[in-house]
C-alpha cells in the first residue's frame, strides 16, 4: 500500500513537471504571452532546469522557433522519472534471492529510455486532452472569456485540421470532440 502510495505521488509530480514543461514549448512555439496563467506557473515550475539549459544548448537550436529548451527539460524530467521508478520498482536494477542488488546492466539503457519516451508522449496527449476538455466545456459555458481564447489559440493547431474534414452538425462542430476521441485512442494505443 506504501509503494502504490509513493508511485502515485512520484508519478503525480512528474505528471506536473514534464506537462508543465511541454506545456511551455507548446506556448513559445505558439507565440502565446507567458504573463499570463498559465504561462506563469509553466515558468516558475520549470525555471530551474530551462534557464540553464538554454546557456549550454547551442546559440542557433536557442535561437529556433521551436523551444529545444523546454523540450530537453521534458525528456530529462521523463527521464528522471524512469530512473527514479525503476531505482525504486527494481526495474533497472534487479534483487537477487538474498534481497541485495546488483549492479548496473547496459542492456538496461534502452528499456530506460523506452520508458521515459513513453511517459512524455502520455504527458503530452493527456495534457492536450485537459486543454480540449477546458476548451470544449467553455465553448458551451463561458464563450468568449480570456480563458476560452487562450484554450482555443492552445488548441487550434490540432482542432483546425478537423474542423475541415467534419461538417458542423446542427449548428455544433464536433471538431473537439473528434479530438478527443483520437487523443483517447492514442492513449489506449499507448497502453
Known amino acids: 500500500m506504501l509503494m502504490r502510495i509513493l508511485g502515485f505521488v512520484l508519478e503525480t509530480l512528474f505528471f506536473v513537471l514534464v506537462g508543465a514543461a511541454l506545456l511551455r514549448a507548446w506556448m513559445n512555439w505558439l507565440r502565446v504571452n507567458m504573463s499570463a496563467q498559465p504561462g506563469r506557473f509553466v515558468m516558475a515550475v520549470t525555471d530551474w532546469l530551462v534557464k540553464p539549459l538554454r546557456r549550454v544548448l547551442p546559440r542557433a537550436v536557442s535561437q529556433s522557433k521551436i523551444d529545444w529548451a523546454s523540450l530537453l527539460a521534458a525528456f530529462l524530467l521523463a527521464l528522471a522519472y524512469a530512473l527514479i521508478w525503476a531505482l525504486l520498482f527494481g526495474l533497472l536494477l534487479g534483487a537477487s534471492a538474498t534481497g541485495e542488488l546488483s549492479g548496473f546492466e547496459p542492456a538496461s539503457v534502452l528499456p530506460l529510455l523506452a520508458f521515459a519516451l513513453k511517459m512524455l508522449v502520455r504527458v503530452a496527449l493527456q495534457t492536450m ?3 480540449v476538455f477546458g476548451f470544449a466545456i467553455l465553448s458551451w459555458v463561458q464563450p468568449g472569456s480570456a480563458a476560452y481564447v ?15 474534414v ?15 476521441l483520437l487523443l483517447q485512442i492514442g492513449l489506449m494505443v499507448l497502453g
Not at 467534419?166 to 478527443?180: M, Y
Request: overall charge positive; proline content about 9%; aromatic content about 4%.
Open 129 to 131: 486532452l485537459m486543454l
Open 150 to 164: 487562450l484554450l482555443g489559440r492552445l488548441t487550434w493547431p490540432l482542432i483546425e485540421p478537423l474542423r475541415r
Open 166 to 180: 467534419l461538417p458542423a452538425v446542427g449548428g455544433v462542430d464536433l471538431s473537439a470532440l473528434a479530438l478527443i
